[in-house]
Nanobody
Framework: QVQLVESGGGLVQAGGSLRLSCAASGRTLSIYSMGWFRQAPGKEREPVADITWGGGFTHYAGSVKGRFTISRDNAKNTVYLQQNSLKPEDTAVYYC????????????WGQGTQVTVSS
């Protein structure tokens, strides 16, 4: 079984920064890509950013492009989300997810970490 453990959330003032981490573990771990999603109160979960494990190709939601950076450490099976210039509208529970293969989609999910941005 694959486990994803997130860390790094917290409370920050608008304009501040946070760095989220998500470590994957499991006996038969296979990673095609990992991504970050978020869900704000009363809203649906939305994709934030993703990265392919082999080539490191990245994609970002328009609302975070230029402010957030996703990166990975293949040796540690860890994905990061550097969040800069945070805005109150970034407040949400952030989840990481893992896609074992290109055809499976995001199969495994972390428990979520709260990010709260005060104005």
């Amino acid at each position: 079984q694959v486990q994803l453990v997130e860390s790094g959330g917290g409370l920050v003032q608008a304009g501040g920064s946070l760095r989220l981490s998500c470590a994957a573990s499991g006996r038969t771990l296979s990673i095609y890509s990992m991504g970050w999603f978020r869900q704000a109160p009363g809203k649906e979960r939305e994709p934030v950013a993703d990265i392919t494990w082999g080539g490191g190709f990245t994609h970002y939601a328009g609302s975070v492009k230029g402010r957030f950076t996703i990166s990975r450490d293949n040796a540690k099976n860890t994905v990061y989300l550097q969040q800069n210039s945070l805005k109150p509208e970034d407040t949400a529970v952030y989840y990481c997810a893992l896609a074992p293969r290109a055809t499976t989609g995001y199969t495994y999910w972390g428990q979520g970490t709260q990010v709260t941005v005060s104005s």
